[in-house]
């Protein structure tokens, strides 16, 4: 399984890399990490609990780090295993570049499983990967920019006009039946 993307940060590229190499922002964006330890020099260990299709899983994992670009990118390498459920391994190249408006994060991943994960079919397993990407780099977003303001947030929903107005009143059924 292949999986490609970008997404732009509103963070100097400084910002965006020191988040890429901290281990509690990573395991506050991975979903269902558990546990998170180590460092970009040694690799990290995590433990993620994730259920995909009729199969749940704890996978405990290590990931190591190469070609090391310091603000501009890595690869990353690694495998986790999950038991009876099987085993989870890849890798992805992530690259940091200057944007309009922050900083680009690119990533090219190719992953690879096994055991009874395999046995799910290729369109829920990238389903699933395709939804467990956007996840993390939507709860990265949101850990590096912080949270949205208010209005911001009601105009990204497409709603300006009630960041600025009073909410509208409802009305019940029963008033809309006699009104």
Do not use: H
């Given at each position: ?19 890429l ?14 546990e998170?330890?180590?460092s970009?020099?040694e ?5 993620v ?15 190591e ?5 310091e ?24 690259n ?6 922050g900083?680009?994060?690119a ?5 690879k ?10 369109r ?7 939804k ?9 977003q ?38």
């Amino acid at each position: 399984m292949n999986l490609s993307g970008s997404r732009v940060i509103a963070a100097d590229r400084q910002t965006v890399w020191a988040a890429l190499n901290d281990p509690e922002v990573l395991k506050a964006c991975i979903p269902g990490c558990q546990e998170m330890n180590g460092s970009v020099e040694e690799g990290y260990e995590a433990v993620v609990t994730q259920k995909v299709g009729p199969v749940k899983a704890t996978f405990k994992g290590a990931v190591e780090f190469s070609d090391v670009v310091e603000n501009e990118g890595y690869v990353i390498s690694g495998e986790g295993k999950g038991g009876a459920a099987g085993f989870a391994k890849g890798g992805a190249k992530v690259n940091l570049s200057d944007a309009e408006g922050g900083t680009e994060l690119a990533y090219d991943v190719e992953a690879k499983v096994g055991g009874k994960l395999a046995q799910l079919g290729s369109r829920i397993i990238d389903g699933f990967a395709k939804k467990m990407a956007d996840q993390f780099f939507e709860n990265f977003q949101a850990q590096v920019e912080g949270p949205p303001e208010p209005a911001e947030a009601a105009a990204e929903a497409g709603d300006t006009q009630a960041a600025d107005a009073e909410p509208a009143k409802k009305k019940g059924w029963i008033r809309r039946l006699i009104d």
